[in-house]
């Protein structure tokens, strides 16, 4: 059984969310917070499998708390808010979450990328450790290493990361970097892969050398 948190201050929306995943799917429980305070208090005392935040929070807002999930966690986040422009949307990626999902919306698509997300997270987990070159990557403590000492870095970053090292060695599109990081319904363009590797070469510092542009195609890792 599959726990998720929803915080959203507008009652109604709540309920019919509740409602919907209640009956259509035996394998999600939701539990709900209607403000940010209590929304964080929540995640403090319990674990979850998907959180779904609203942007507009009463006392603190969807990206402060998404800031504070990822000092700690990897769990998957999805924005449900109006603020649909692509600023908006670009900065709520930049911010830690895993999807978007703009008001008013479908409660069918919503539970689509809800089950997308858990899949995706829960299929991410690996045992063994991820070696290329002077980078480690260890998906099971969600950390990583440059010649030993470790590199913090955000969890688009790591994501991008640990698809490059599954696939070290070969050219990956920004296609397929999309697909996997933002999910198959990302309607935003390529340049978010390429503003996101520029990151991630200044976090692995020298070891981002290790990423090489492809032409044409994308990247890829090498030793």
Not at 97 to 102: E, S
Not at 125 to 143: A, F
Not at 163 to 170: F, Q, S
Request: a negative charge; glycine letters at 8%.
């Amino acid at each position: 059984m599959y726990r998720l948190l929803l915080v959203e201050d507008d009652e109604e929306i709540r309920e019919v969310i509740t409602d919907y995943f209640s009956r259509a799917s035996d394998t999600m429980t939701v539990e709900t917070a209607p403000d940010g305070q209590r929304g964080l208090e929540m995640l403090y005392e319990n674990e979850y499998d998907l959180i779904m935040l609203d942007v507009m929070l009463p006392y603190i807002d969807g990206f402060s708390i998404c800031r504070e999930i990822r000092k700690k966690s990897s769990v998957p986040v999805l924005f449900l808010t109006a603020r649909g422009r692509e600023e908006d949307i670009l900065y709520g990626y930049e911010n830690g979450c895993d999807d978007y999902i703009v008001k008013p919306f479908r409660i069918a698509e919503l539970m689509a990328k809800a089950n997308a997300l858990i899949r995706r997270s829960k299929g991410m987990v690996r045992s063994e450790k991820l070696v290329c070159g002077r980078i480690e990557l260890d998906p099971l403590c969600y950390t990583v290493y440059v010649s030993g000492a470790q590199a913090e870095l955000a969890p688009k970053e790591y994501a991008l990361l640990k698809y490059l090292m599954e696939h070290r060695g070969m050219a990956v599109s920004r296609e397929s970097l999309l697909k996997y990081v933002w999910g198959y319904d990302f309607d935003g363009n390529d340049r978010v892969v390429d503003n996101h590797i520029k990151k991630l070469r200044k976090q692995l510092g020298t070891a981002g050398l290790q990423i090489k542009t492809v032409f044409g195609r994308g990247y890829k890792l090498e030793e």
